[in-house]
Nanobody, 119 residues
């Protein structure tokens, strides 16, 4: 069964950092672009960024530029979302998705992990 599993969410104070993981099973991530999305309560899902198979990062949200970045560890079949200088408005459920390219429709997606930024 091909699936993505996110982990690493939790509660963090404003200004803190978290690293989310997106692990794949049943297929290898190195040929896929991985998108990160988030959805806050009462809001529509928002694109955060996408890391291509060649490790180019495309940002969908100006609010995370300079604070968030992505990387991949193909040996672990995992992509990471490093989130620094977190703000309360970053509170959301974060999802990762797998695409053949950042502009292509998603093929696989995970169940999400909750990130709460609160003092």
């Amino acid at each position: 069964q091909r699936q993505l599993v996110e982990s690493g969410g939790g509660v963090v104070q404003p200004g803190g950092s978290l690293r989310l993981s997106c692990a794949a099973s049943g297929f290898t991530l190195d040929n896929y672009a991985i998108g990160w999305f988030r959805q806050a309560p009462g809001k529509e899902r928002e694109g955060v960024l996408c890391i291509s198979s060649s490790d180019t990062v495309r940002y969908y949200s100006d609010s995370v530029k300079g604070r968030f970045t992505a990387s991949r560890d193909n040996a672990k079949n995992t992509v990471y979302l490093q989130m620094n200088s977190l703000k309360s408005e970053d509170t959301a459920v974060y999802y990762c998705t797998a695409h053949l390219g950042c502009s292509m429709p998603r093929r696989y997606w995970g169940q999400g992990t909750q990130v709460t930024v609160s003092s």
